[in-house]
């Protein structure tokens, strides 16, 4: 399981952070040759208008109002910090208003992140831009208010020995980026989905990009790549949500019927089924139900021989085995069946279940839960003359599967006999 999440972590995250490298190396590098004036300054609303186009259709106004972010990251950067940073020594203005801006913009990212939507996306985008815009008024208004104090606080080095001046940013600025890195960064190893993932690179990269005030490109060239990496985590996003079934994790029926479009000359497909599920959600609730299909559906995602696992529906899985015939691939379909029969299900008990996270995990491996064991059957056909394209495989192994059935249950039947 482990092993699974890391793997989906490393898969999740190395396009977003690819993208900002390359970034981060043409920047440093100076790789960009000098371009029409005008045309770097229009990619951040050319990608923006993309990412906002993306998230209102598919509803992710988290995405939404992080595009907004950026943008207006940008907009204070390039049109009204760097010009008053232009104008002599001695006005405060400046460094003030670059202090809050960094403090400011990693403490509404993460909170933006984690701030889920429940309601319509106008109501909830009107929440979101009422609160955060609240909170940069109310910083602005301090500051102008109290600016020595302002000073004081965001521009003071506190603590001079955990201070890294190569952030190019205030202490307590710098804090306030790494305390939501840290946040986002935990959301992500818990759950690796392409939306944390591109707020945790967004995050880092926005956070990289100030102090680049006075390079030529850095800002528009930074804020287009955050934009992009934002755009491609709602397609990502979205087509997960298309192809992958939400319960098991494993690709859905949408993206079996893309498979079976690709398959080759030679190949078998098997059909399972959990014996007497119906009888697991009647005596144990559908809580149980859900949990034995989690269960099968990890060990079928492990199954050897080349073959793949989908959700075809219901307690019914399809496993595809490019390149074998169907009695190749009995062995691996064996192995499956046997690890499942031996793996014990603990029933949970809701009832004198723990609230608390800590004790529940105290109080896990202590053996007072009633445990159930489950067992599937198995039907499997490969392509010939009879059956010469994947329904009719599939068909095959469906009434090899019936057979199973009717033989016992708990077995792998070929459609051949």
Request: proline fraction near 6%; charge should be positive; charged fraction near 20%.
């Amino acid at each position: 399981m482990m092993q699974e999440r890391i793997t989906r972590l490393a898969f999740t995250l190395l396009p977003p952070l690819a993208i900002a490298l390359g970034v981060a190396a043409t920047v440093r590098g100076d790789l960009l040759p000098p371009l029409p004036r005008g045309l770097m300054e229009a990619g951040p609303w050319l990608a923006g208008l993309l990412g906002a186009g993306l998230a209102l259709a598919y509803g992710r106004t988290r995405v939404l109002v992080f595009i907004g972010l950026v943008l207006a990251v940008y907009l204070g950067a390039v049109f009204q910090l760097r010009p008053m940073a232009y104008q002599g020594a001695g006005d405060p203005a400046p460094a003030l208003g670059y202090a809050l801006l960094t403090f400011l913009v990693p403490m509404i990212a993460v909170a933006n992140s984690f701030w889920t939507e429940r309601y319509h996306i106008a109501m909830d985008l009107g929440l979101r831009l009422l609160a955060f815009g609240a909170c940069a008024g109310i910083g602005g208004g301090l500051i102008r208010q109290y600016p020595d104090a302002a000073e004081a606080f965001l521009l003071t080095i506190h603590w001079p020995a955990v201070h890294w001046p190569g952030l190019g940013m205030p202490q307590i600025s710098s804090w306030s980026l790494l305390l939501g890195l840290v946040i986002t960064g935990i959301a992500l190893v818990r759950g690796p989905r392409p939306f944390w993932a591109a707020q945790w690179v967004g995050l880092l990269g926005m956070g990289w990009m100030l102090p680049q005030l006075f390079h030529a490109y850095a800002l528009p060239l930074s804020a287009t790549a955050i934009l992009i990496i934002l755009s491609l985590a709602v397609i990502q996003e979205s087509f997960q949500m298309a192809f992958r079934d939400d319960l098991t994790g494993l690709p859905g029926r949408r993206a079996l019927n893309e498979r079976l479009q690709r398959l080759g000359r030679r190949y078998a497909i098997a059909m399972t089924d959990v014996d007497h599920f119906k009888k697991f959600n009647d005596t144990y609730g559908h809580d149980l139900g859900d949990q034995v299909l989690r269960v099968v559906a990890s060990h079928l995602r492990k199954v050897g021989g080349g073959g793949r696992a989908y959700r075809y529906g219901g307690e019914e899985f399809t496993i595809v085995f490019p390149g074998k015939r169907a009695q190749q691939c009995v062995p691996f379909l064996d192995e499956l069946r046997e690890a499942i029969q031996d793996y014990d299900i603990v029933i949970r008990d809701e009832k004198n279940r723990p609230e608390d996270r800590r004790e529940g995990r105290a109080r896990r491996g202590q053996g007072q839960g009633q445990t159930v064991s489950v067992t599937i059957s198995m039907g499997v056909a490969e392509r010939d003359a009879e059956h010469p394209d994947p329904e009719a495989v599939i068909k095959a192994a469906d009434q090899a599967l019936y057979r199973a059935k009717e033989g016992g249950r708990n077995r792998v039947c070929t459609h051949e006999g």
